[in-house]
Structure formats: structure tokens, C-alpha cells
């Protein structure tokens, strides 16, 4: 099968969307189908006013880093956002060479993943070229864009995140969701259409250890931050920005140090965040016991996991909670607020705590495992157990068949 992954948000920009679509894309890719991914370059390529005749050849393709021959990335001219920093849109006038492209490729499906320029790019070829629309409702619009454009009142930013989201809702042959929760959520936007849930899965590179090349990564990382060294460490990986409610952790260290001195905590991430979250440590007299290891390549990320002793994510507004499945993919017991998509992968207290959004609550949790190594042993086999039905293994397959059901549904024009 060829499909074509049309996405705004791709490497080196990290998020769920980025995760999910390369997750995929290299486990079908392995599968032996054929995978072209449409996604943002994020060089700087500014064209010149002077260039405009030669303008249209700035695109480029890159191949898969591991090598598959079955899978391959489109890049696009694309220019910053103003209210954030961390993406990019891509050019409307990239139409003309999506459509030649993307006819070379020939694909079967095609598969939409974000909602913005690239997303209506994706919809745009499938009805003029009538191949099979598949869309991902990855993200809840209506609570993130309240982060990123505080001029709009608040009712207005949801409006636009709820219509945004249903005019791919409307065209889809295939509609699929990583959680029944965001599944549940179309209903209330007025359209009643069928959907499939599939989360994101984790492949198995993403937890792989390798116990020579710890040795030296444990060196280097003691020699940076002497302070982890010997200590019991609370850790958050993911992007460091406003909706990840990341201040949140400083009340509960500050409430787990009486009881366990010997506890830092350690962020490892980036992101537009990061120097204001460090003076909030340090106005806090915590900056010996708040760490900032910053942006990681994802395949050091295990021996984060491996080295600590909890993973405490704050956040209240993830859809899918990846960073928890992939600690707990590792043994790390996780305490985690129960909202959203941490509620949908916990289910409840599976693989460690699932809390409200209280910091005495939250800390009381964390002590517990920092407190109790039984408990602490048994947390982290039941969260190695609990997280292997989202190993991509599993999930690849599924998504294959859920093409296929798609492309039956365009051919009947159920819609």
C-alpha cells in the first residue's frame, strides 16, 4: 500500500503529532508498504524577492535516517509563526508542487494529521485526485489555542479550535482517534460520524538499553549535573511550554523534600518555556534541586527513564500521554494528574498514581513509592505489564486495516 502523511508539525519540531506520524510512518515503512510524509522544512529558506522565478524549486526530500528505502519526507518552504516559535506553516502557493509530487508517489491513502495549512493541503489533493481521506483527530484545538493567542477571548478561541477541527471531521472516509475520550468529543461538535480509536504506539527502539553505552552516558551526565548523582529523582520529559502545567511539580517537591531528602527533580526537555520555568526554580529556592537537562536526542530518553525513580507528569491537557506509556515501557512507576489522555492510558492507578490536580495529593503519592520499595517494585512490574498494548507491534497492523476501511468507505462514498 502507498500512503502519503500530510503533516504541519514533523522533526525536529517534538510533539505528539510529530511522534504519532514518524511512529507510524517507519512501522508501516518496516511492514514493507510505501511511506511519503508531506511535512514543514524548518531551515531557513527565505526566499528573496529576486528569486521568485526559481522560487518553486526549494522544496526537498529527505530520506529515512535508519535507512528504509520504503520510506521518504517532502519538505516545504515554510515560514515561522508569530505566536510561536516553535513552528512552522507551510506556503500556500507550495500547492503546484504538492500536486506534482504527490502524483509521483501515487498513494492509496491519504492521511491527514493537523489542521492547519498542511492538514487542508491533505484534504485538497485527496478530493482532487478522489483517493481515500484518512484524518487523526490528534489534538483539542479549543483548549490549546487559548495558550498561544491571548488576543482572542476565550470563547472565541474555542470556536475556532471546534470549527477548525470539524471541517476534517466532515470529509474524512476514516476517521480515527488515540483515545475514547477525544472520540467522545466529536459528538459534542455536532457531527455524527463513526470513528476508530488507535493510540499511538511505541516502538521498541524507543526503550532500548544498552548497558555499554550507559556507562558513558551516566559519566558525562554526573560530570554536567553533580548534583543527581546518588539521589532519588522525580522525572518530567516532554516539551517545556505553558500547557504542560510544569510549575505544578515545584509545589509537590517542595512538599516531598521533608520526607525525602535526598529527592531532586529533573526536567528533560525544551522549549519556549524553559528560562522562565529555571527563575521560577530559583526565585523558589529550588535551583539546587531543580535540574534542566534540556533537549535530548529521543533515543537517550531510556536512560533517563532507567535512572530515575518516578515519573511525575503534571499536565492536564494532553490527549494521549506518550511520555507515560513510554516511562512505564522502561519500569518507572508513574503519578501522573488523571485528566485527559493520562486518564485514558491509566485507566486508574495501573503502573502507579493517578491523582487529582492537588499537590498534597500528588506528593503523598510520590512519597509513597520513594518510601516503600515494595510497593515501588510492584508498581514498576505492573506498569512494564500494563504498557504493552500500546507497543507498535500491535497498533501497525490495525492502522493498515483501518487504510482498507477507509478506501471501502470512499468507494461506497460513505461520508
Do not use: C
Amino acid at each position: 500500500m502507498k500512503v502519503v502523511m500530510f503533516t504541519d508539525a514533523y522533526y525536529p519540531r517534538i510533539n505528539g503529532v510529530a511522534v504519532s506520524v514518524k511512529s507510524f510512518a517507519d512501522s508501516l515503512a518496516i511492514l514493507g508498504h510505501k511511506v511519503l510524509i508531506v511535512a514543514s522544512d524548518y531551515t531557513n529558506n527565505h526566499i528573496d524577492e529576486n528569486e521568485r522565478e526559481t522560487f518553486f524549486k526549494h522544496f526537498r526530500y529527505e530520506d529515512d535516517p535508519n535507512g528504509n528505502k520504503n520510506l521518504s519526507i517532502l519538505r516545504l518552504p515554510a515560514d515561522k509563526i508569530i505566536f510561536s516559535k516553535e513552528d512552522r506553516t507551510v506556503r500556500l502557493n507550495q500547492w503546484y508542487i504538492i500536486k506534482a509530487e504527490v502524483d509521483k508517489f501515487g498513494p492509496d491513502v491519504v492521511h491527514v494529521n493537523s489542521e492547519f495549512a498542511m492538514g487542508w493541503f491533505g484534504v485538497t489533493y485527496a478530493r482532487h485526485r478522489h483517493v481515500a481521506l484518512i484524518f487523526t483527530f490528534h489534538t483539542l484545538w479549543e483548549d490549546y489555542l487559548a495558550n498561544y493567542v491571548h488576543f482572542l477571548p476565550s470563547s472565541w478561541s474555542q470556536k475556532l479550535g471546534k470549527k477548525l477541527v470539524k471541517f476534517y471531521l466532515k470529509r474524512a472516509d476514516e476517521i480515527i482517534v488515540p483515545t475514547a475520550r477525544i472520540g467522545g468529543v466529536i459528538g459534542e461538535y455536532g457531527v455524527s460520524r463513526p470513528y476508530d480509536i488507535l493510540p499511538t504506539g511505541i516502538p521498541s527502539s524507543v526503550v532500548s538499553f544498552n548497558k555499554k553505552k550507559s556507562v558513558d552516558f551516566y559519566k558525562k551526565l554526573y560530570e554536567e549535573f553533580p548534583q543527581l548523582e546518588g539521589k532519588r529523582i522525580l522525572l518530567y520529559i516532554g516539551r517545556v511550554v505553558k500547557e504542560k502545567n510544569l510549575p505544578f511539580l515545584f509545589d509537590v517537591l517542595e512538599r516531598v523534600l521533608p520526607s525525602v531528602p535526598d529527592a531532586v527533580l529533573l526536567f528533560v526537555g525544551g522549549g519556549p518555556e524553559l528560562e522562565a520555568l529555571k527563575a521560577a526554580a530559583s526565585e523558589r529556592g529550588l535551583s539546587d534541586r531543580a535540574i534542566f537537562a534540556g533537549y535530548r536526542e529521543r533515543g537517550d530518553l531510556v536512560y533517563f527513564y532507567k535512572m530515575a525513580s518516578v515519573f511525575t507528569f503534571p499536565s492536564v491537557t494532553e490527549t494521549q500521554g506518550l511520555v507515560t506509556v513510554e516511562a512505564m515501557l522502561t519500569g518507572l512507576p508513574v503519578v501522573a494528574i488523571g485528566e485527559m489522555g493520562t486518564l485514558d492510558v491509566m485507566q486508574g492507578d495501573n503502573g502507579g498514581f493517578m491523582v487529582r490536580n492537588d499537590a498534597d495529593e500528588f506528593a503523598r503519592r510520590t512519597i509513597e513509592l520513594l518510601s516503600d520499595s515494595k510497593l515501588h517494585s510492584k508498581k514498576s512490574k505492573e506498569a512494564f505489564e500494563w504498557a504493552q498494548k500500546w507497543s507498535m507491534k500491535f497498533l501497525a497492523p490495525r492502522l493498515v486495516a483501518l487504510y482498507k476501511k477507509g478506501i471501502k468507505n470512499h468507494k461506497k462514498g460513505n461520508r
